[in-house]
């Protein structure tokens, strides 16, 4: 029951600083076709959530507890891959195809290459590999 509690807290968590950053963001490219707001929190999700998975991996320094919480709960909440699904979606129903596959695009490319970057700089800090 207390992970529950963690995924939960987390989850209240990542909402809130999901709604804040892609709105923020959003409002600042609101002139922009494609969706940055989504994109931004699910590139700097990608990025913590390789930095973190590093230190997991290579240091041991979190506790299934605070895995729950961060990795389920905040991250979790936080990245927006299913909003990302159905923005995508609806800028093809609108005819806008190739807006669509360029945000498919550059959600997937840059959130694979800021996992990368994120484990690389996990790397650096803590060691491993």
């Known amino acids: 029951m207390r992970t529950v509690f963690?995924?939960?807290l987390g989850g209240a968590i990542g909402a809130v600083l999901r709604y804040i950053v892609s709105g923020y963001v959003q409002q600042m490219t609101r002139s922009a076709p494609l969706p940055y707001g989504t994109l931004a929190v699910n590139v700097?999700?990608?990025?913590v959530i390789g930095l973190?998975?590093?230190a997991v991996e290579y240091r041991g320094i979190f506790t299934s507890d605070s895995r729950?919480?961060?990795f389920v709960g905040v991250l979790g909440s936080f990245t927006t891959f299913s909003?990302?699904?159905?923005e995508s979606l609806d800028l093809w129903r609108r005819g806008e195809e190739a807006f669509?596959?360029?945000?498919?695009g550059v959600h997937v490319g840059l959130g694979l290459i800021m996992i990368?970057?994120?484990r690389v700089s996990g790397q650096v800090l803590w060691g491993g590999y």
């Open 6 to 8: 963690m995924v939960a």
């Open 44 to 47: 700097m999700g990608c990025f």
């Open 52 to 54: 973190l998975s590093q």
């Open 68 to 70: 729950a919480l961060l």
């Open 83 to 86: 909003t990302f699904s159905n």
């Open 100 to 104: 669509a596959l360029m945000n498919i």
């Open 116 to 118: 990368w970057l994120g």
